[in-house]
């Protein structure tokens, strides 16, 4: 009998990209026993709509398949919502705009000898300032990749690419998904939580999820605004305890808008890896653009 695996996505008003993360659980599917649990958090779009006409067609070729409605208050929550109504001793976590790639048929099963795996993400070039992203992404995972493969000690596991990827015995340590935040670091608390129960953690760059994001600059702003908003707004006082080193390390961020060091250090990594000077300038400003962005985001809340 081949391994079971529940793929849990959780969608909101996700129209635009929700039919490719639906379409790519058929890479997993088509090999493997396949549980799809799509949790739609009171979308207002036709993101439900899509999702039913996917699991009316597809039904067939997953081992079973179900569709959960949530407030949209939580990601965390929807997420525990989805782990509640799984069976599966593999969880995948995917969001609305995150879809499977191929390498997850070819490397999953080899990675599982972890208890919870960071899978890599690239964003999907769609205009100027989704390829900048991707340049800067790809920048960011490879510092992560020679934090985490080169040995060296982490502290505090909140800092560390977060975990999509669960074995249900780690969730059931956690009494479930941990209901710690609504937006901001969900993902963080999870893994850095498991991680400091003793489970075993890898960062796999082998496994690829791909990004669909809204396009142009005005989306990133609003994001990462959200994001710093979120900082004092999202979580719990237990999140905030888990996630201590990830906040202090955001908000020593907010420096770079008076000194620009890091953006300097992020332009230098990506010209060691793509030799282009140009590249590394957008890198630099995306880098200054997101700190810029989390710092209003972190100050405005003073002020709501």
Known sequence: MNALYSIIITAKNNEYSIRYV??????LAKNYDVELIVVDGNSTDDTFKIVSNFMSKNRSCYADSK??????????FARHLGYKNSHADVIIFLDGDTPLTTTFRYYLEEELKNDLIAPLFE????DQATSVFNQFMKTVSNIQSNI?????????????????????????????YPV??????????????????GFHYKFSPRLKLLKIDE????????????????????????????????????????????????????????HE??????????????????????????????FR
Request: hydrophobic content about 45%.
């Open 22 to 27: 639906l379409s790519s659980t058929l890479v």
């Open 67 to 76: 569709v959960l409605q949530d407030p949209g208050f939580s990601l965390s």
């Open 123 to 126: 964003c999907i070039c769609l």
């Open 148 to 176: 985490v493969n080169n040995g060296t000690v982490v502290n505090d596991p909140s800092v560390l690419p977060p975990a999509r990827i669960f074995k249900r015995k780690v969730l059931e340590r956690m009494k479930g």
């Open 180 to 197: 710690c935040s609504s937006f901001f670091g969900e993902d963080r608390i999870a893994t850095a939580l498991a991680i400091k129960l």
């Open 215 to 270: 396009t142009g600059y005005h989306a990133y702003w609003k994001k990462h605004f959200r994001y710093g908003f979120g900082i004092s707004r999202d979580v719990t006082p237990l999140g905030k305890r888990i996630l201590r080193g990830y906040i202090i390390a955001r908000r020593l961020n907010h420096l770079n808008i008076i000194a620009p060091l890091l953006s300097i250090i992020y332009a230098q990594k990506s």
């Open 273 to 302: 890896l793509v030799r282009s000077f140009k590249i590394s300038i957008d890198v630099a400003f995306m880098k200054y653009f997101i700190d810029l962005a989390m710092l209003i985001g972190d100050v405005a809340k003073i």
